[in-house]
């Protein structure tokens, strides 16, 4: 069956780094455009960050941009969140999303399939 798998998250210190993962199984990844999300509590799902699988361009959430990077492994089904430069506002549930569009969309209705999601708290 189609599933995304969402790990690497965790409790670090501001001004750290996690590194996220999103293992894809059940789909041509090679075709599919993924997208990463995130929710804090209380808070609606906010876009972080996406990656097509047509150019493999990406596009960022201005309050990311700089401090985060989404690169994609397609011999490994995989795409990958370098977070870094962390803040305690980037304390949320982050989940992958996957997509058949070509195109940067930061809109979560354009994603058909999402994972659970994993949990980054940063402590100031």
């Known amino acids: 069956q189609v599933q995304l798998a969402e790990s690497g998250g965790g409790l670090v210190q501001a001004g750290g780094s996690l590194r996220l993962s999103c293992a894809a199984s059940?789909?041509?990844?090679?075709?599919?455009?993924m997208g990463w999300f995130r929710r804090a509590s209380g808070k609606e799902r906010e876009f972080v960050g996406v990656?097509?699988?047509?150019?493999?361009?990406?596009s960022y959430a201005n309050s990311v941009k700089g401090r985060f990077t989404i690169a994609r492994d397609n011999a490994k089904n995989t795409v990958y969140l370098q977070m870094n430069s962390l803040l305690p506002a980037d304390t949320a549930v982050y989940y992958c999303?996957?997509?058949?569009?070509?195109?940067?969309?930061?809109?979560?209705?354009?994603?058909?399939?999402w994972g659970q999601g994993t949990q980054v708290t940063v402590s100031s």
């Open positions: 999303a996957a997509t058949r569009s070509a195109f940067l969309t930061s809109r979560p209705d354009d994603f058909d399939l």
């Open positions: 059940g789909l041509t990844f090679s075709s599919y455009t």
């Open positions: 990656i097509t699988w047509s150019t493999g361009g990406t």
